[in-house]
Each structure stands twice: as structure tokens, then as C-alpha cells.
């Protein structure tokens, strides 16, 4: 059996989309998560997960449009005038002038926000792979990767080719460990059991793949948030329609979560 993460962003955005990753990881339909701790709905969401057996989960860091976890007056190139994290087209346009130092604090601090919840931290993944902005804030998700001994979700596979070679020195002088391919929608708005099975069959047998859902109940308030609406919905029935057909047993696959990687010890 070849092992597969399927694993679902943004818990803690809505609770109703906590509730949904919740029943996807308590029936086997998912087998990891991560945690936006930047939503108002993480401390509500990471009660529920911890009275349903659930102990931990890796980590999404964000860096764009909510409020930050520090003071906003402490991150005057990351934030608008009305303090809130700035959008991923504005930090993309000022990549270069965003201080660093800014980032790993905001980055630090939501690291202790989601550790004072009570969960444990798994592994560490980022919104819109906002790590992959710069090589320089690539950087600081390693080096917090190895101070808490946490795999890295190998999201520099979404870059162009030839912008991969100076993330991929970075990775190989770290300790950290990594997934491999990542599975996400391509030939639609949300990810179907056929893109599934197409971009599977194109994994090297080498490489441990993650496949990347948004599943989630709907709410007025995650229409306000994300334009990930309905889509969570139909992704939450793919997983299903693979479940319920046995697809993962049938084409020799093993769902597993984060820890089964192991810490930092290449």
C-alpha cells in the first residue's frame, strides 16, 4: 500500500466548516487538517475538536486580508490603514520591501495562539502558499519547522520550474522534512474523483502526495470571507463518492496523517 494525505484547509474560518472537517476526519473521508487561528471561529472550533477525540493538527500561517494575531502598529509593512493583513496582490506587488522580521513575528505568534488552544501542532502548511511568496519568508517556515520538530506541506511544487531551484536549496540545507505532489482542482473550481484519479496516476512512486480539499457546511459569513463557497460542499461529496466505492483500498492507497512523516532527523 503506497501511503496518501487527504487533507482539508481552513479549520477554524467558520464553525461550520470546522464542523464539516471534523465529520470528514472522524469517518475517514480526511486524515489531516490545518488550523486558520486568524479567524474569529478558531478558539470556538478547537473546543470541538478536542470534545470529538480530535488532539491535533497542522498549522495554517496566513498572511493576508485577516487581522493579524500581533498588534497591527507592529507590522506596518504587512498591514493596511485599517489594520488588517494586507491582500495577496499587495503583498505580491511589494514582495521585495515586506520586512522579514515582521513576518516571522506574526508567523511566531500565530504559532502560540494555536498552541495555547490545547492542540498539538502537527505540521505546518499557509494560506494561498503564502511560503512561497518570497525565498526569504520560505525561509522562516523552515526555520520554525525545525524549532518545533513539524513536517512542511511541500508547497513550492506550485511555482513555476525554474523559481523552484532557490526554495529547493533552502529545503535541502534544513532538516525539515516534506510531502510531495500536490493534488488540487485543475480541471474545475473544485476537485472531482476523476481529476483525482488522473492527477494520481501521474505521481511518482517515490513521493508521498497530498491531496488539498476545502470541504465545509455553507454560512452568510463564509460568503463573506472566501470564494470558496459551495465548492467545500462538492468536495466534501467527492471525498465521500471515493469512500463509499472503496477507490482508496482498490487503487492501493493508505490515508495517513503528518506524524507518520516524522520529525526533523535527516
Request: hydrophobic share 40%; glycine share 4%; charged share 15%.
Amino acid at each position: 500500500m503506497r501511503a496518501i494525505i487527504i487533507e482539508s484547509d481552513d479549520f477554524g474560518m467558520t464553525v461550520p466548516i470546522s464542523r464539516a472537517i471534523i465529520l470528514g476526519l472522524k469517518r475517514g473521508l480526511l486524515s489531516a487538517t490545518n488550523a486558520q487561528v486568524t479567524s474569529p471561529a478558531f478558539a470556538e472550533s478547537a473546543v470541538l475538536a478536542q470534545q470529538m477525540g480530535i488532539q491535533g493538527m497542522g498549522l495554517h500561517l496566513v498572511l493576508d486580508k485577516d487581522v493579524p494575531i500581533c498588534e497591527p502598529q507592529s507590522l506596518p509593512s504587512l498591514v493596511t490603514t485599517t489594520g488588517r493583513l494586507a491582500s495577496y496582490a499587495n503583498l505580491q506587488a511589494r514582495a521585495q520591501e515586506l520586512d522579514i522580521n515582521e513576518v516571522r513575528r506574526e508567523f511566531q505568534a500565530q504559532i502560540d495562539c494555536f498552541l495555547a488552544s490545547g492542540l498539538k501542532l502537527t505540521h505546518l502548511t499557509s494560506h494561498h502558499f503564502i511560503a512561497t511568496l518570497t525565498p526569504a519568508i520560505y525561509a522562516v517556515v523552515l526555520e520554525l519547522a525545525e524549532t518545533y520538530h513539524v513536517p512542511l506541506r511541500h508547497e513550492v511544487t506550485k511555482l513555476p520550474q525554474k523559481q523552484q531551484i532557490a526554495y529547493q536549496d533552502l529545503w535541502q540545507k534544513s532538516t525539515v522534512k516534506t510531502t510531495g505532489a500536490l493534488i488540487t482542482a485543475q480541471q474545475g473550481p473544485y476537485l472531482t474523483p476523476a481529476d483525482i484519479h488522473h492527477q494520481l496516476s501521474l505521481v511518482d512512486q517515490a513521493v508521498l502526495p497530498v491531496i488539498l480539499s476545502h470541504v465545509g457546511y455553507l454560512s452568510s459569513v463564509l460568503r463573506q470571507k472566501s470564494s470558496l463557497t459551495t465548492n467545500r460542499l462538492l468536495e466534501l461529496e467527492t471525498l465521500k463518492t471515493l469512500q463509499s466505492t472503496a477507490y482508496w483500498q482498490k487503487n492501493g492507497w493508505q490515508l495517513i496523517d503528518y506524524p507518520v512523516i516524522g520529525v526533523n532527523d535527516r
